[in-house]
């Protein structure tokens, strides 16, 4: 990114939201770093605002008084089995900031998840109807926070009709950190990674997608698969689908440990790829997330 930019990130001192705040701030744009509760650090290039984003005026305000080109919006709760009111936190909290993000003329990437598509947290587990999922996959989540997502898509694309700005959703699939790669604990136990048809992302490659995404020209609202490029079995992704479901659904295009989401669209149209694996990155050191709050 070489124009400087305004960008309010909310959920700006989490995981996956204080790293695309640095990414960001290094890059030498200005940044409104939005959570509900406040770092006590400073910054260069770093705002931060302690917002509960399920207030109507709070949230309006913050996103309005920013004034910025770009709105990130990460902050929800990451999954049904995170807090109560996953729902209504989730969904109220995203149509406060995208409609005044919309109002304001700012282009909006958000978080939506691999969730989406229903079959993480579905009562028992399902099958896609082809392999790998693309984004024209149906969505018939059975959570709250898979509910949440679609839901979230949903106001994307209302936005972006009303105000004429565009919204980029982005699907994450599991998220990953060096040193603490979590699904490779009990791997060779297939159920316990079968929600997601044992997908996986590593942060680092959430937070260039993020930035491909504030880059790209895109009209209206779309939405992308964000995930590594192979499953993090170390064995093929068909065999796995056979010895747990019995039985494997249409195969388009999917050959060896492929990853069971596509992403040819984001490498397509976001000039996006991932670069890391958990070949590598499991072994890596460990980073707390550099803008916590305490």
Known sequence: MTETLSVTVTGGCGRLGSRTVRALADCGHDVVAVDRVAPDVERENVVFRAVDLTSEDSARRVVREAESDIVVHLGAIPSPESGPNVYENNSISTYYVLDEAGKAGADVVQASSESAYGFPFAA???????????????????????????????????????????????????????????????????????????????????????????????????????????????????????????????????????????????????GWEPEHTWREAAEEPFEEPPFAAD
């Open 124 to 270: 028992s587990p399902r099958l896609p109807e082809y392999l790998p999922i693309d984004e024209t996959h149906p969505m018939q989540p059975e959570d709250p926070y898979g509910t949440s997502k679609v839901v979230a898509e949903e106001l994307g694309r209302a936005a972006s009709r009303r105000y004429d700005v565009s919204v980029t959703s982005l699907r994450f699939s599991n998220i990953m950190y060096p040193g603490n790669y979590t699904v490779l604990e009990g791997r060779d136990d297939l159920p316990n990674g079968v929600g997601n048809f044992w997908c996986y992302v590593d942060g680092r490659d959430c937070v260039s997608a993020i930035s491909r995404a504030i880059e790209a020209e895109i009209d209206g609202h779309e939405a992308y698969n964000v995930a590594a490029a192979e499953n993090y079995l170390g064995r093929p992704t068909v065999e796995a689908f056979e010895e747990f479901f019995g039985e494997v659904p249409e195969l388009r295009d999917l050959d060896g440990e492929d990853s069971a989401l596509s992403i040819e669209k984001a490498e397509a149209q976001l």
